[in-house]
């Protein structure tokens, strides 16, 4: 906790002054110097660097400022003016900086040398790179292969990713898992079994041509605020924004565009969703198919009239598969139980559904709200179920719009950052580089967490990222990470998983994309792929942290030689000093994706890898996009009990996953304090607690019953009953490593059974 604690609702939109404000507060708190707004004008453009934020699309004609508060905060805080030096680690032993926060740490400042873990002193202390590489490479060669985890980050480039992929394999296994496996997994596994593609469909121009958006569970005015312009100008055409979140957010409700001289000086805003509906959480499977139940009951009716069809028959005949099925039990759900599951009632359900049923092209928009749950593919099926009713993918104007998280995070599975082989081009490997892929599947997040607790890992290597804190149930695993034979952590910044050292543990700082990255053959540039399967090239400008860092690709072929026994044809040397030859092997790898690779990367807007979805190309193995009748009435894996709550873990505004850039939660009126959970004013009084009280999350599944989140502030919210708001991730002790999406294996964050218990 950094200031003081006051929680207050705020009335004003997204966007607007709050956001300037909020941008120059982290230009005071990192000391940031003119080049961070010299910097700020090259963000997303053809020429600059593709923020370090949000994965959310680059504009071929981007505005003035294409950059939105929070890219702002992403670029201050990776250009800060503090260091986290060696005289840093002389001062603070390792077990004091367990106990601060994950602000503090990396509030510290950019890494600047390579360092090892000394137990003796708890310290880590500065090492060379020669020597880190040695002792690394001498570790990783005495350990089965299997038992080594190769985790990414979706931060890093596509060929720093690739680079990655290639080394594991080569080194014999496919331990990949990366944050997609916490995050759009379920995307993947879901588009893909329904539709083929494993991505979203649209293009970024969709949105100039949709009628309406149907708005799932994603929160654009804190994680991608820059699609704020975008929806604003829908609302303005007159498209109609239905939006389901158990959370009034307020980039949904309205926005004011910052760049807009008019708007800033009259306070004008544009309101955004033209439907809001609270559903429940883990309630989007009954609120979809009572839309559903709805559009085919407008249809039976029009076809006992003689009137159009408002179904697209003709459509599903010549492209779907298992239509009549989903129709006939939407047909026979009942009312009732679609009210309860989804707490919305049947007029607004209908009222919604009016809306698709008129509209002639529709955008369906989803985040983690749909893909964090036990049923999370069931919530993708519905909503595909939904989509086909009247066509609505592979024409203009309509589609499947997943927001990604981290800006790279699409583009690392495209070039290999998976754990299963049938996604793996395996025989083109072996051609290339004249080896034999690993083809068992390696583990991925979930299976990594397993088997952390089982005691099965000897090495962790991670690129980028926080995994130790990212992952659920820090009771089981944070005390297992002292069993790890190895641990090696490339990144920026200080973070706490880089306290839970393993019996040997190395910190290696790497430049961040924003830094100029001087190679044998001059400055590099590194590619990115956004959330609309654009792919952009990205050059990085700034003066580096320090001169001690190496960059990612650097320091991963400093590991892989050190590694593996030479093999010319991974010219790994050759590989760092130019860039554009990665990108010719990406090529030769993935050809229809990637070709003509080094000409095409300056592309204004970047240049699009092909989805075989958005031309009715179904890549399943009936050769159809697939309804699917659902087996479950809401997506939380558990069982309703008196006095079990859903817990939804959350961001706020002032975030960037596990980074907190501060304590100022502006959008949901919280400041100085993350320790809160949000409840219904209803379920207060039931509890005969009070607003303000200090309360306990305790686990309420089998798996984490004894598991405690502790001396939360309670906040009377407008959230629905029975669920209740806490921070991630704070609030990840309270989810036991077993409470995942089925077949994606994405931790259920969104719906976590847990009791409230009163402080005594
Ligand atoms: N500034 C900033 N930007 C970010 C990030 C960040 O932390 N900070 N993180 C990045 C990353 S990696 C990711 S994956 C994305 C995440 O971006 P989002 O997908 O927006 O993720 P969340 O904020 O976790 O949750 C999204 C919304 O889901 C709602 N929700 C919760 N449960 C349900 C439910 O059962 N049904 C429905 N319909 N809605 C529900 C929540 O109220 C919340 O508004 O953002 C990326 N961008
Ligand atoms: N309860 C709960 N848990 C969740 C979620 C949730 O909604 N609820 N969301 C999940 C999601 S969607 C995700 S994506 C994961 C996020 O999991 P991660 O991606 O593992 O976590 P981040 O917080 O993004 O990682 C931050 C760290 O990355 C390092 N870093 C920053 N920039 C760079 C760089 O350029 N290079 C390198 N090498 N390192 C860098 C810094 O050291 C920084 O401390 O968390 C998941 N966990
Ligand atoms: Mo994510």
Redesign the pocket.
Known sequence: MSEKVEIKAYTAPAGGWGSMKGLSQTIRSQRAGPETIAEWARQNKPDGFMCV??AWGKPAHPTVAEFCE?GGKATAWEITRFRTTPAFFQKHRVGDLLSWSDHDLEQAGRLTHPMRYDAGSDRYLAVSWEEAFAEIGAKLKTCDPKKVIAYAS?RASLETSYMWALFARLHGHQNLPD?SNM??ETTSVGLRSCIGSPVGTIHFTDYEKCDAIFY????PG???PRFLRPLAECHQRGVDIVV????K?RGLERFTDPQSPVEMLTGKSTPIASQYHQ?K????IAALLGMIKHVVHLDDRAHESGAPAVIDHGFIGQHTRGFDAVAQHAREADWAAIEHESGLTRDALESAAAIYARAKAVICVY????TQ?VHGITNLQMLVNFMLLRGNVGKPGAGFGP?R??SN?QGQRTVGITEKTELVPVEQLKKQFGFDPPTDEGWDTVGACEALVKREVQAFVALGGNFARAIPDHRLTEPAWADVDLTVHIATKLNRSHLLTGRTCYLLPCLGRIELDRQKTGSQTVTMEDSFSRIYGSRGRVEPAADTLLSEPAIIAGIARATLPPNPKVPWEEWVADYSLVRDAIETTYPDQFARFNERLHVPGGFWKGVPAAHRQWTTPSGRAEFNVPKVMN?TGFEDQVGRMRL?T??SND???TTIYGYDDRFRGIKGTRQVALMNRLDLVEMGLRDGETVHLVGDHGDNADARVEGLRVVAYDIPRGCVGGYYPECNPLIPVAHHAEESHVPAA??VPVRVERAA
């Not at 389901?244 to 959370?247: D, Q, Y």
């Not at 959480?281 to 989007?284: L, P």
């Open positions: 934020s949000c929070n979706g944050s995050c759009h799932f569970g994603q929160n804190v994680n991608s389901f979140n158990p959370l957010e559903v959480a883990g309630g989007d985040g983690m709200g749909l749950h927001v998280g981290h995070v997506s939804v959350l961001r975030q960037f996953n969104k719906s």
